[in-house]
């Protein structure tokens, strides 16, 4: 059974980090492209960012250049560096497994809680 | 960028009726588009990857056409389960995209 778990969400002030972390089970990291999608209070979905190992890492415009994503394969288990947070930042974020080398998204996490806020 | 537009918004329907939902995308996208639903508090589930292939469990009364940049949702008869919020999402090129959603809600 495919089964992914985030941590890390916290309440941060506006210019504060915090690392996001996503572990998976039932499958390996290194097989699927891992991503991020978030979702602000009562708002649509917004895809952040994906690692694939070997060297497929994309941004969105909104957190490039503030986020960073790595994964550790023997830990099966990704990260989301967030630097520079912002208000706009808050939101659920979502761990996906993409189908293969996909972004065909066939599983979700629970999601985690960031709330950027003074 | 490529942008999604869902429409309608809401879509106010009966149990037993036919919900049809659109994507159209600002450039094509080929045959690139997915469908999700999601729940009050849940995290999103895939219905359609590709324009037409319904994932895994997904029942039969979801299908899922188009291609370039016109996509359609189709619920044949829709089931107590069905009103929750739906969202395309293309993966035609990087940064991955989503559309704005439209919720089906109880008439």
């Known amino acids: 059974e495919v089964i992914l778990v985030e941590t890390g969400g916290d309440l941060i002030h506006p210019g504060g980090s915090l690392r996001l972390s996503c572990t998976g089970s039932?499958?390996?990291?290194?097989?699927?492209?891992m991503s991020w999608v978030r979702q602000a209070p009562g708002k649509g979905l917004e895809w952040v960012s994906v690692?694939?190992?070997?060297?497929?890492?994309y941004y969105a415009d909104s957190v490039r250049g503030r986020f960073t994503i790595s994964g550790d394969i023997s830990k099966n288990t990704v990260y989301l560096q967030m630097n520079s947070l912002r208000a706009e930042d808050t939101a659920v974020y979502y761990c996906?497994?993409?189908?293969?080398?996909?972004?065909?998204?066939?599983?979700w996490g629970q999601g985690t809680l960031v709330t950027v806020s003074s | 960028e490529i942008v999604l537009t869902q429409s309608p918004a809401t879509l106010s329907l009966s149990p037993g009726e036919r919900a049809t939902l659109s994507c159209r995308a600002s450039?094509?996208?080929?045959?690139?588009l997915a469908w999700y639903q999601q729940k009050p508090g849940q995290a999103p589930r895939l219905l359609i990857s590709?324009?037409?292939n319904r994932a895994t469990g997904i029942p039969a009364r979801f299908s899922g056409s188009g291609s370039g940049t016109d996509f359609t949702l189709t619920i044949s008869s829709l089931e107590p389960e069905d009103f929750a919020f739906y969202y395309c999402?293309?993966?035609?090129?990087?940064?991955?995209?989503f559309g704005g959603g439209t919720k089906v809600e109880i008439k």
């Open positions: 450039q094509s996208v080929s045959s690139y």
């Open positions: 999402q293309q993966r035609s090129t990087w940064a991955l995209t």
């Open positions: 996906t497994k993409g189908r293969g080398r996909t972004s065909i998204y066939d599983y």
């Open positions: 690692f694939y190992p070997g060297g497929t890492i």
């Open positions: 590709d324009a037409s």
């Open positions: 039932g499958f390996s990291v290194s097989d699927n492209y």
